[in-house]
């Protein structure tokens, strides 16, 4: 079986100075020999990089080029929460060094231990064959991975004052929309109507818990020799304590099922729908059995879950429509937001998943 995330040459534009980058790790961690830089590609927001010192790797992130939502790429506040996290929940990488001096490598960035297996994308590894029982693995290692993490308390492990609670989802959709405001390039009146639809719909708290915020299949990394069990959660970057159903809202927005309108699934990033997983429904229905709540209708946090997204492509369309960044991959994303629009707009209308 193929692993499918590995580091490859650094974009040109993306390039991070080895010998600035020597000598800090130098000073810090006592490592002495140069550093390979290489960089892995698969993200569209916080820059991740593999750093091979003494044959020794370890993984490097830092926010992307161009960034003009600073509080969307905070290094310091990425590193807390890992550093909180690792000891209590296994699938959160151990961070190893902070540096919030930009002028090292021209960012902020931490450094953290590497974790070896296969990240999945909009297809499963080669020679891996999509049956009924590996989408049952795959299903209840993802909802069970997301309840453990809910679980954790967030008060013994030092992050109490590491989000508000309290008026979070109304937080979130007045954030979200603003960020969009701030990001707008094209006219889309879907958009509008979603982000009016959010703020009149708004639903009670219920609850808080450490959220990850963008919980999805390529920001989870299976085990090589068993795609049932989740070896780490990646780009923790939006974590914060907050309202889990908005957390489980986002997750099930990124499912794709065949039943989608198929424009939604040509440009969708997730994983192809297939019978053989999952539906939004069971990932629901599984998550309230191991979370012990009840969900209810869960149609608000879907379509908050689909907006935000839509905002987090527009904000990377943004930077290259504005010219901060040249990345290539970045070019036909407007039309990404506008199909999601849509699809939000379908679900606003539908209100259940």
């Not at 369309?317 to 506008?338: I, L, S």
Request: charged letters at 25%.
């Amino acid at each position: 079986m193929t692993v499918r995330d590995h580091a490859e040459s650094v974009r040109p534009g993306e390039e991070i100075d080895p010998a600035a980058l020597a000598a800090y790790l130098k000073a810090h961690q006592g490592l002495s020999a140069a550093p390979t830089i290489r960089q892995f590609r698969g993200g569209h927001s916080n820059l991740t990089y593999l750093v091979t010192v003494a044959g020794y790797d370890y993984v490097l992130r830092r926010p992307p080029f161009g960034n003009q939502v600073k509080s969307a790429h905070d290094m310091g506040r990425e590193f807390r929460i890992l550093t909180a996290l690792a000891p209590v929940f296994p699938p959160a990488p151990r961070p190893l060094l902070l540096c919030e001096d930009p002028s090292v490598i021209g960012a902020p960035f931490y450094l953290m231990e590497r974790r070896h297996g296969v990240v999945i994308r909009r297809s499963l590894p080669d020679g891996v064959t999509l049956t009924p029982e590996l989408g049952d693995r795959l299903g209840r290692a993802m909802v069970g991975t997301l309840a453990r993490l809910h679980a954790v308390d967030y008060r013994t492990i030092g992050l109490e004052g590491f989000g508000r609670a309290e008026g979070y989802v109304a937080r979130q959709v007045a954030g979200w929309t603003e960020r969009y405001r701030a990001a707008e390039t094209d006219q889309l009146p879907a958009m509008d109507a979603v982000a009016r639809w959010l703020a009149a719909n708004m639903p009670a708290q219920r609850g808080a818990a450490v959220i990850h915020n963008d919980f999805k299949f390529d920001n989870v990394m299976l085990a090589q020799d068993d795609l049932g069990r989740v070896e780490a959660v990646l780009d923790w970057e939006m974590a914060t304590v907050g309202d889990p159903l908005m957390d489980l809202g986002t997750a099930l927005a990124y499912i794709l099922e065949p039943g989608d309108d198929p424009e939604f699934q040509a440009v969708y990033m997730g994983l192809a729908a297939s019978p053989h997983l999952w539906t939004r429904a069971r990932f629901a229905e599984e998550y309230a059995r191991l979370a012990g709540v009840e969900v209810g209708d869960l149609g608000f946090y879907v379509v908050f879950g689909l907006f935000k997204l839509a905002v987090i492509i527009q904000q990377i369309y943004a930077r290259y429509a504005r010219g901060f960044t040249k990345d290539e991959r970045f070019v036909g994303m407007n039309r990404m937001v506008a199909v999601l629009a849509r699809q939000a707009e379908v679900g606003a209308g539908r209100g259940r998943v």
